[in-house]
């Protein structure tokens, strides 16, 4: 391997823990050489130089795994006054010659963007066709370990949605066991996007208190609308040094303590084989099934849920 190849292998390393600029210290080579979706990103990267590209011709159409992007103001300044040391990861437009769709490095476009300095920013072109790519963006996001844990729980949902693959795929590119995976995703569905994005990351806050705000969210019918003005009331309010996200979370969950919904139906207990099931409960939006199942058979219902609902659909219907 010759020595302008093994600097620009290296260079892709570094992409990494680059992010923000604030990872500089992450053993980078070590998590590429662990991760298969990096080492693939890297193995594809185009084999001749470190490109200088127009950043109006790079398009951003990545599913986004962050609920408050941080200003680029200061990461502008720097590039202005040093240069862009590491370069963002891109990919050939499959249909439109002489574009490009980024694959990481979003901070890094929109400060050479937003700068009148800055006409030209260096991108890595790689060979990636779309599971590829997508694979390479959770990797290089999830491995920096700053996403809060409301927004890997919703990226999961989202990966789920788009069709990224199964349950299971999605619990190894986010490095997370699969039960892990099945309760963020129970978070994310309760929360809810409107609500989530109203709070924010909330980087301080981890899965047990998420997971106390949803029993709060379905234990009554709250108003979802002003718990949404409550959250963005919250960051606006927030004092100086502190994080209007965390504060946000903060002011949802006491507004959920407070009596604002009406009294909730006693639930009818469910058994499956003699033993414990879960629960159904009625109210006026319709019925609630809260289950615990073997998580064989919770899969199984996941992808045929629509199809026993017809049949139980069809069998009220013809017997009344």
């Known amino acids: 391997m010759t020595d302008n190849k093994k600097k620009r292998l290296s260079m892709l390393d570094s992409i990494a823990a680059a992010g923000a600029g604030a990872g500089a210290g992450t053993p980078a080579t070590s998590m590429m050489s662990s991760n298969r979706a990096l080492r693939s990103a890297r193995d ?24 408050d992007p941080s200003d680029v103001a200061d990461l502008r300044a720097s590039i202005e006054a040093n240069g862009q040391t590491v370069p963002i990861l891109v990919r050939r437009h499959p249909d439109q010659p002489n574009r490009y769709l980024l694959v990481y490095g979003r901070r890094r476009l929109e400060a050479i963007r937003s700068s009148d300095k800055l006409s030209k920013v260096r991108a890595l072109i790689a ?65 809810g996007s409107d609500l989530a994005q109203a709070i924010g990351p909330a980087h301080g806050i981890g899965r047990p208190r998420w997971e106390a705000l949803v029993k709060d969210l379905t234990e009554g019918t709250p108003d979802r609308p002003r718990l949404i003005a409550t959250a963005q009331q919250a960051r606006d309010k927030a004092p100086e040094g502190t994080d209007p996200s965390t504060a946000a979370f903060e002011a949802v969950a006491r507004a959920l303590k407070r009596p604002n919904s009406t009294p909730r139906t006693p639930a009818t207990p469910l058994q499956l084989g003699g033993q414990p099931a879960g629960t159904l409960r009625k109210s006026a939006k319709g019925l609630q099934l809260d289950l615990t199942l073997d998580p064989a058979f919770a899969d199984w219902l996941e992808v045929n849920a629509q199809d026993v609902l017809d049949e139980i659909h069809q069998r009220w219907q013809e017997h009344g």
């Open 127 to 191: 060979h990636l066709d779309d599971s590829a790519a997508l694979r390479a963006q959770v990797s290089e996001n999830t491995a920096r370990r700053d996403l809060s844990y409301i927004e890997r729980a919703l990226f999961a949902q989202e990966l789920l949605e788009t069709g990224f693959g199964t349950q299971a795929q999605v619990a190894e590119v986010l490095n997370a066991t699969r039960s892990a995976v099945s309760m963020a995703l129970s978070v994310a569905r309760a929360v």
């Open 44 to 67: 594809a990267v185009d084999a001749h130089h470190v490109w200088e590209i127009d950043p109006t011709d790079v398009e951003d159409d990545r599913l986004s795994d962050r609920l």
